[in-house]
């Protein structure tokens, strides 16, 4: 994937660069919580037993690195099959996100 965030780039390739970059960032989130919260136990006792929020965040750890990879393989696959026509998308895109964002048709 060439470098989405020039303006002259598709719009599904921007918005593909996007999500993965949401995805990297929310890991890279995670993963600075997660050390800070390692830092506060080794301060106090340890617990034996494996908490609730433990199994989550090993969880949604796993979901955000898989997403990047999934997004990334899933846009090369279509790409590849239809080109620079995927990459462009419909002209719809724009359109369809706003509509989301604001939660009303333009």
Do not use: W
């Amino acid at each position: 994937m060439s470098n989405a965030q020039d303006s002259n780039s598709p719009a599904v390739e921007n918005c593909v660069h996007n999500l993965i970059h949401a995805f990297s960032n929310g890991c890279d989130i995670f993963k600075r919580l997660r050390e800070r919260r390692r830092r506060r136990k080794h301060s106090k006792p340890v617990k034996d037993q494996v908490d609730s929020a433990s199994i989550a965040e090993v969880q949604l750890s796993n979901s955000l690195k898989r997403g990047t990879t999934d997004i990334q393989s899933q846009y090369q696959g279509h790409y590849y099959r239809a080109g620079d026509r995927f990459a462009k998308g419909d002209g719809e895109l724009p359109h369809v996100f706003l509509q989301e964002l604001h939660g009303s048709s333009l």
